[in-house]
């Protein structure tokens, strides 16, 4: 796609010229929505970004937060590879893994955590199950290989996403106060060097791609666009980076993704004030031949862009070689204009603060999302509550995420499969585990972007609870359809809105984000989707798990909700319903009840309802007896809620400020009966795992 004629008009005014060839592609790549946010930056300011914790907040490529009362911190960023991963499934989501783990690095952070969410079409769809196959597998051998463990994430299905799958990956790093790296320039005269792969062809216009609608023939057209990745690489560039940062050699790193080379270097001179001179024919390369414009964009894999003084580019070279890794002298910090020469010749010459920032806002027109009217269905409960168990959005990921290693690392306390995870910080002083949640429902937004996205905080503010850890700070990974679409624009920027506010109304800092548009096909816009995800802390390993114990009484924290609106059970009988109304009020009464010392089992309400909630909490040799008013308070998905099993109901009341709704008792028999009315449903465990394996029986 050609920089628009309105663009290059600001571009030849500002340089007093024509650009050249390869100063009109880099405007066009970071001016693009994917680098600029040209449709969704005027949105942003809605988040409150700031805490006593928060130590870098957005514009860098992760945040930091410190974990309190120690001189330990965290990276936390997201990013998404959504285009790639319909043209390439594997390639796709594997760079996307390495491009948000590199962002780690170019903070000074060593990755300890990743969390994936993945959202594709209609799991009855051959190409939706082809999709998901090709994405799990790129995810698993790339994060696999570099030895960072996928702890926790979301896998959803909606038809909406047939034509454009979504794959959003986010990742923690840990270090210590004295290791932070920003990248910002920080000196005129200090070096820039290039570390890692050679540079070839592969990915070029990657973030001019990501900013248009995905063809019909995206598959084959669009595939030059898609990076390839090398774990094996990323991971000898993980250790060299340590190397670095133990002495003390970085001044300043930006890691190469959207736009290559001309985006990272571009960037960190403008976050600095400053400028650069770089020789592009000293960049390393793979491929022969390759001209400016090639070196420049190109979105090779593995690679990291670093400021260096001078007296220490032989030290780096060494390290660079230790590991196997090529090492360029590409340029030098200056005091003026951004500047690229080739072959005797100056290809780029402009303003760094222009390229890197200059884009104008677009100003869309919106048209407000449409409340949903109430039309429920006359569903019978045994046939409903089959279907809903039985639905790929709520059954068993083990499939997906039995393929991921989670534990490498010895830092993993709760696994996969449950509400958030949960690590273990040895390096602070006192039992400090690190909590994380990551996912949103598209059902949720698609009934109602505001109350969805309200509710996508919530949701994933309450696995933290369910731990009984506090939320540190969040960040967001915004996809939405073509904005150019007053519709689709009016519900993404509702589900902007409402995600602003919850996380305003929970205390959580929103640092960092990534925004993904023109998430639209043939088959249409997919769904505002505001991926989140929420750091936490708590203080000590011994949180309660998910599964019954068997001896206590099950009570539901927060209370019953009679609102159907995103629910699965609307998805599978049909119907409509409003979105239930926002609430926030039971995740401090969560967090207080997971700590309580009568507590056994807690696991929070979610996709599905109670229905999935219960049934995930059976065992073997635990089961529940409960007693519900009606279908709605069994299939309502309003979150802020939990199921706890506790040895002292009474206590637990005393202790929490939310309602607390007697529900029925555990049982030694491992059998999930439920009463509804008159009706009373029945499921030993096995029946219910088997209901809830449709994606090991599809896939394997």
């Given at each position: 796609?050609?920089?628009?004629d ?27 929505e ?11 300011s809605?988040?409150?970004s ?6 870098v ?6 945040a ?29 989501a594997a ?59 979301s ?20 270090l ?17 060097l290039?570390?890692?792969n ?5 990915g ?16 084959t ?20 980076n ?8 970085v ?45 420049l ?7 990291m862009?670093y400021?260096?003084r001078?007296?220490d580019v ?8 230790r ?25 780029v ?16 027109e ?20 089959d ?9 068993s990921?083990?499939?997906v ?14 696994r ?18 690190v ?42 990974c ?7 679409k007053?519709d ?6 509702a ?19 990534n ?6 096909s ?42 159907l ?18 609430d ?22 979610s996709?599905?309802g109670?229905a ?11 089961g ?8 709605a ?7 802020g ?32 009966s ?27």
């Amino acid at each position: 796609m050609p920089l628009a004629d309105s663009d290059r008009r600001l571009v030849e005014a500002e340089l007093g010229r024509d650009p050249t060839p390869a100063e009109a592609a880099l405007f066009e790549n970071l001016w693009s929505e994917h680098c600029a946010y040209r449709s969704s930056r005027p949105l942003l300011s809605a988040f409150d970004s700031e805490s006593e914790d928060v130590v870098v907040g957005p514009g860098d490529d992760a945040a930091v937060v410190r974990v309190p009362g120690t001189d330990q911190l965290l990276t936390f960023g997201v990013e998404s590879h959504n285009h790639p991963s319909y043209v390439d499934p594997y390639d796709g989501a594997a760079t996307g893994v390495g491009g948000i783990v590199r962002d780690t690095l170019s903070m000074g952070a060593y990755p300890i955590a990743l969390a994936d969410s993945l959202y594709f079409g209609d799991f009855a769809r051959e190409h939706s199950r082809y999709l998901l196959d090709g994405v799990v597998e790129g995810i698993s051998d790339y994060g696999n290989a570099i030895g960072v463990p996928t702890v926790t994430g979301s896998t959803q299905f909606h038809e909406d996403y047939e034509g454009n799958p979504l794959v959003n990956v986010a990742c923690v790093g840990l270090l210590s106060e004295d290791r932070l790296v920003t990248a910002a320039v920080k000196e005129p005269g200090n070096t820039l060097l290039l570390v890692g792969n050679a540079t070839g062809r592969d990915g070029l216009g990657g973030a001019s791609f990501a900013s248009e609608d995905l063809a019909e023939d995206a598959e084959t057209e669009d595939r030059p666009a898609v990076q390839v990745g090398d774990p094996y690489t990323e991971k000898l560039l993980i250790e060299a980076n340590e190397t670095l940062l133990d002495r003390d050699l970085v001044v300043a790193a930006r890691d190469l993704g959207a736009a290559g080379l001309g985006g990272a270097s571009s960037e960190m001179v403008a976050q600095g004030g400053l400028g650069a001179r770089l020789d592009l024919e000293a960049v390393h390369q793979r491929e022969p031949n390759m001209n400016a414009l090639e070196i420049l964009l190109a979105e090779s894999q593995e690679r990291m862009c670093y400021e260096v003084r001078p007296e220490d580019v032989e030290a780096v070279r060494e390290v660079a070689e230790r590991f196997d890794l090529g090492c360029s002298v590409i340029g030098d910090v200056t005091e003026g204009n951004y500047v690229c020469e080739f072959d005797g010749e100056v290809v780029v010459d402009a303003p760094a603060e222009f390229l890197a920032d200059g884009a104008p806002m677009n100003d869309l027109e919106r048209e407000e999302p449409a409340p949903a009217e109430t039309d429920l269905p006359d569903a019978d409960l045994a046939e409903a509550f089959d279907a809903v168990l039985a639905s790929p959005n709520t059954a068993s990921k083990e499939w997906v995420y039995r393929q991921y290693d989670h534990e490498v690392g010895n830092r993993t306390l709760r696994r996969p499969g449950g509400d958030g995870a949960l690590l273990t910080l040895p390096e602070t002083d006192e039992e400090t585990a690190v909590a994380l949640s990551a996912g949103a429902n598209p059902n949720w937004t698609d009934a109602d972007p505001y109350r969805g996205a309200y509710a996508t905080a919530v949701e994933n503010a309450t696995n933290l609870a369910a731990a009984g850890a506090r939320p540190l700070a969040a960040v967001d990974c915004l996809n939405g359809g073509n904005p150019e679409k007053p519709d689709v624009y009016g519900g993404f920027a509702a589900a902007v809105d409402g995600l602003a506010d919850g996380c305003r109304d929970l205390s959580v800092p929103v640092v960092g984000g990534n925004v993904s548009l023109y998430n639209d096909s043939n088959a249409g816009p997919v769904p505002p989707t505001p991926t989140l995800a929420v750091l936490g802390v708590r203080d000590g390993y011994d949180a309660p798990g998910l599964e019954l114990a068997g001896d206590g009484n099950l009570v539901l924290v927060g209370g019953h909700a009679d609102a159907l609106g995103g629910s699965e059970y609307l998805a599978q009988c049909g119907g409509s319903d409003a979105f239930p109304e926002p609430d926030d009020s039971g995740v401090a009464a969560v967090r207080d009840a997971a700590r309580h010392d009568a507590t056994l089992a807690v696991h929070d309400v979610s996709d599905g309802g109670l229905a999935v909630t219960l049934a995930e909490m059976v065992t073997d040799d635990a089961g529940v007896d409960v007693e519900l008013p009606d279908a709605a308070a069994l299939f309502s998905e309003a979150p802020g809620r939990a199921v706890v099993e506790t040895t002292d109901a009474d206590a637990l009341r005393e202790t929490v400020d939310a309602p607390v709704v007697d529900l029925g008792t555990a049982t030694g028999d491992g059998v999930l009966s439920v009463t509804v009315g008159d009706e009373t449903v029945a499921y030993g465990v096995e029946a219910i795992r088997e209901a809830r394996d449709v994606l090991a029986r599809e896939l394997d």
